[in-house]
């Protein structure tokens, strides 16, 4: 082991004698009988050698004493540094340094003023960009900004001269401020950015030791435009903590949002007193900021204002096109705080935190369901509580978490403008009132270009809930527009009464109806895709079922129709159910949930309504080559009465075993569907039995056999807890019950409400016995 004590006392005779008369002793006289010191005071003399050589004016000892100095480290002191000099300036002091040179206060021999000088490192192009910079930064005025006096290029080395700034640091000073006084600073440094901004200038190392504050508060911004305004340079040049995700990517460009990002940074340090991404090397920061989330800073500090939170999270979004767009709206959002408004910002990070934070919950309930702690009609009512948290405020009414007075004024406009479009195409149709192109151009087409124009325009400025709803308006307009065009243009018109149009009045033809649907169709699908709502998905989803129906008057729709062959309107629909659920299926792998669910609805809704046509007239049973004729008497005035029935009852039973199987191998978009399913099963079950009881033309016994079979729908809703079998019994209980007195005229008889109360107190103490046994575990 090393003689620490005896290397120590070896390296301080090393030193003095080289502090004292500049000599060095021989490593070998020092460790003269110690050879095994000579390599460890080999190392340190070089090391000593190496940090004199890098230091003017070597070592000194104070006041000529020997200079003693640790095993591994050297106290030293150095020769004050020599100040450079400017012509036209005393120089004072050193007062800074940064990246791109030093910085030293000036007396201006001339205008007997203090200045500032920074003395630029040579560093060949970006050298020349930064004078570039300084002269167009010259050409600017504006308070907040330091001030360019002069651009000393042919120096050597250059050097730019400008105002001198004293006050206090913001970083220093941010954490005894006010929530108020920070908002105030950052709307007059957002104010200062822009300006810089709409000149072309750029910062790109903002931070709160780069702006100044001065006994009232007002901010200066130092170093402004002192860097690469190429979008394609820059990257991974900045201060680590405040660069931006596109600062780490040199395929990404950079522009004036990268200044937005490190704004929200500054904001975010003013708000939690800590940087959202730290560590203990400048690879460790650049990797927090690839990898990880920021934490919230309310979870830093209770305190925090959450408007002030939402716009600190807003400007540092990843996603350059989720930022706000400009320092201008992150400024105006301040200013919405500081009067008292509500602010605009809704971060995307809230949405993704309340996901991964909802997601353990949702283990804990199926835990808790195999643990048999919960109910599974309770397990599933606890995650559909958690999906509601799952919606978006951007979307439509039916999606959204909350229902706001915009929400309200923008669908109630979009219904208004739809409406107002269809009394105009009617106008035109049925009264001839509107003629030509250009009025109707006017009133519909120019209204639908500007709100697809604004919705475009306000979807790409984050005002997407806006967006939404006027380009919902729009798609209302354009197929009433294209009708009205085809018609006043005489394309594809044709006379009336030609055989196998659906309007046989001509107003509309086959044809243009069916182009029409065709593009209104595609065109809210593009939308959709773009903006990823399921407004505009369920609205496409709506038109792709008009323009089956509309293609299908080529197949003979109105001669369906006319003769009530509504059989094979549902043969013909039907696969349009396979196509949603395919649609879906493919959606929902591709990560476009919001497209999913409407087309699964879409399926359970024309898998339904094409059941059901199929049954009516007893057709049903008549592909399949039954009948119950013979089991019908012949005094029934509809020959397919029992038939049509029955059939329609067996959907409900048909109903009831998909949704189970959907429910029980289906994904959750899937359960979703499933779930309207479960809802509409036991009414389908039910309401033809009850049709059938009210036409009292049947024994009366089939009175009771309606009634029989709703007591079981409400036994079975116990079985599978679901609610709306419960509903649907007990609603056609008390249709049996009516229909009932009424064919048997017992409505005078208080016998039959006598029984009923006894069934009723029945009930009720068939209720206490089954409390009794449930508490007694019998």
């Not at 006392?9 to 004698?17: K, L």
């Not at 204002?305 to 201008?328: F, H």
């Not at 380009?471 to 018109?493: D, K, Q, R, S, Y």
């Not at 359960?671 to 036991?682: D, G, H, K, Q, S």
Request: charge should be neutral; include cysteine; proline fraction near 5%.
């Amino acid at each position: 082991m090393t003689d620490h004590s005896e290397l120590e006392r070896c390296f301080a005779q090393f030193v003095e004698q080289h502090v004292l008369d500049g000599t060095r002793l021989p490593i070998e006289s020092l460790v003269a009988g110690r050879p095994d010191l000579a390599t460890p005071l080999r190392a340190l003399v070089d090391r000593y050698l190496d940090l004199d050589a890098t230091l003017d004016g070597g070592l000194a000892a104070p006041e000529g004493r020997p200079l003693r100095a640790a095993p591994t480290v050297a106290t030293v002191a150095t020769v004050p540094e020599a100040l450079p000099a400017f012509e036209g300036f005393r120089t004072i002091e050193r007062i800074g340094a940064g990246g791109m040179g030093e910085v030293y206060k000036l007396h201006d021999l001339t205008l007997e003023r203090f200045v500032a000088a920074k003395v630029l490192r040579r560093r060949g192009p970006s050298t020349a960009e930064v004078l570039r910079e300084a002269r167009s930064l010259a050409l600017f005025s504006d308070r907040r900004i330091v001030q360019i006096h002069e651009v000393r290029e042919d120096a050597s080395p250059p050097v730019i001269i400008m105002e001198l700034v004293e006050g206090f640091e913001l970083g220093r000073l941010g954490p005894s401020l006010e929530p108020r006084q920070r908002a105030r600073i950052l709307v007059d440094v957002c104010d200062a950015i822009q300006q810089a901004h709409d000149r072309g200038l750029q910062h790109r190392d903002l931070k709160p030791s780069n702006i100044m504050l001065d006994a009232n508060l007002a901010p200066k911004i130092l170093d402004f435009g002192l860097s690469d305004r190429d979008p394609s340079r820059g990257h991974l040049v900045g201060t680590p903590h405040y660069l931006a995700p596109e600062q780490l990517d040199p395929a990404a460009p950079i522009d004036a949002r990268t200044d937005v990002y490190a704004l929200g940074v500054v904001l975010y340090e003013l708000l939690a007193g800590v940087v959202p991404y730290s560590g203990a090397t400048a690879a460790d920061v650049v990797d927090a900021l690839r990898t990880r989330e920021p934490r919230l800073p309310v979870e830093i500090d209770p305190r925090v204002p959450e408007p002030l939170q939402a716009i600190a999270l807003k400007a540092m979004e990843r996603d350059p096109a989720q930022r706000y767009q400009s320092a201008r709206e992150m400024g105006l959002d301040l200013q919405r705080y500081l009067d008292g408004r509500p602010v605009l910002a809704r971060p995307t990070i809230y949405a993704s935190t309340l996901g991964s934070r909802v997601a353990p919950h949702l283990h804990h309930i199926d835990e808790w369901l195999r643990l048999k702690l919960v109910y599974r009609h309770e397990a599933e009512r606890l995650r559909a509580a958690y999906r509601e948290l799952e919606k978006r405020e951007d979307d439509w009414i039916v999606e959204t978490r909350s229902l706001s007075y915009s929400q309200i004024a923008l669908y109630l406009g979009a219904f208004l403008l739809v409406s107002g479009s269809l009394f105009y195409f009617g106008a035109d149709r049925v009264y001839h009132a509107v003629r030509g192109v250009a009025r109707p151009f006017a009133v519909l087409a120019v209204p639908f270009l500007c709100l697809n124009a604004a919705g475009r325009y306000l979807y790409r400025r984050d005002h997407k809930a806006v967006a939404v709803g006027l380009l919902l308006a729009g798609v209302g307009l354009l197929p009433l527009f294209l009708l009205i065009l085809f018609h006043e243009t005489g394309w594809w018109v044709v006379a009336q009464q030609t055989p196998g149009q659906i309007f046989r009045d001509g107003s509309v033809s086959n044809r243009q109806l069916q182009i029409t649907v065709a593009i209104a169709c595609g065109w809210s699908m593009w939308l959709a895709l773009r903006t990823r709502t399921a407004a505009l998905s369920t609205v496409a989803a709506v038109l792709m079922l008009l323009l089956t129906v509309a293609l299908l008057g080529d197949a003979g729709l109105r001669g369906w129709l006319v003769e009530g062959r509504l059989d094979r309107l549902a043969l013909h629909v039907a696969p349009l159910a396979a196509v949603y659920a395919a649609l879906g299926a493919g959606s929902e792998r591709t990560a476009r949930p919001w497209l999913a669910h409407p087309l699964y609805l879409g399926a359970v809704l024309v898998g339904v309504v094409s059941l059901d046509l199929l049954a009516l007239d007893g057709r049903m049973f008549g592909y399949v080559g039954l009948s119950l004729k013979p089991f019908q008497s012949p005094s029934v005035s509809s020959a397919t009465l029992l038939d049509t029935c029955v059939a329609l009852t067996l959907n409900g039973v048909a109903f009831y075993a998909a949704a189970a199987a959907m429910e029980r191998v289906g994904s959750d978009l899937v359960r979703r569907a499933a779930r309207m399913l479960f809802t509409i099963a036991p009414f389908s079950m039910l309401e033809p039995l009850g049709y059938l009881s009210e036409t009292n033309e049947y024994s009366r016994r089939f009175d009771w056999l309606y009634l029989a079979f709703a007591f079981a729908i409400v036994v079975a809703s116990h079985a599978r807890q679901r609610k709306s079998f419960y509903y649907a019994g007990l609603l056609n209980t008390g249709i049996a019950l009516y229909l009932i007195a009424d064919h048997r005229k017992w409505f005078d008889k208080p016998a039959w409400g006598v029984a009923l109360i006894a069934c009723g107190l029945a009930a009720m103490a068939a209720g206490y016995a089954f409390d009794r046994r449930a508490r007694s575990g019998l």
